[in-house]
């Protein structure tokens, strides 16, 4: 069971994502808050696998809330909720470790599918939106020469290269011709040595060390098996 907290002001939004994932049959709404602080609390009694965070809160905002709840429980998923796909607000949520985020009006099937990725650690964002997310984050950095991330395996090195393209989980298994757990074990590890939280920083780790290009092509070759 996939235990969720709700953190939006408004209580009709609450109540409508309560009633779908409830449904689901495989999630349970641990929680329901109206302000950041309220999902910081929550977080910390509920313990949830999974956040849906909206950033616009009164009190203490979402922005501020994500950095809390990840301080205290980095493995908790964070996604955000916003109006605007294109909210500058969303690319700093996602900078301070939240996994993905849903636009309020999507579709209803899209916010339990996201959840589901969330919890088992899978890419959120489509290809296409993960790589406007990299060029905004690359475009607001001092750019240094790209060298290979110190300490991963040839490896954990084209699997990082893979994830920073946009695959999913199957998608690199389908690639190397390993399985989809052997993947999970080399993303988390590699992840864990560099210290990220997230496929999002994961992805832009190998752009910025040239693991992969700009066309978002690995530089590598993947060997199969």
Known sequence: MIRVLVADDQALV?????????????????????????????????????????????RVDGLEAIKRVLAARPGTRIVVLTTFAEDGNVYAALRAGAVGFLVKDDEPERMVDAVRRAAAGEQLLAPSVLRRVVERFLAAEEQAAPAAPPGLTERELEVLALVGTGLSNAEIAEELHVGVTTVKTHIAAAMEKLGLRNRIQAAVVAHRTGLVDASFRPVRQPRGG
């Open 14 to 58: 609450r109540a409508g994502v309560r009633m779908l994932l409830q449904a689901t049959g495989d999630m349970e709404v641990v929680g329901e808050a109206e302000d950041g602080a309220e999902a910081v609390r929550l977080a910390e009694r509920h313990l949830p696998d999974v956040i849906l965070m909206d950033l616009r809160m009164p």
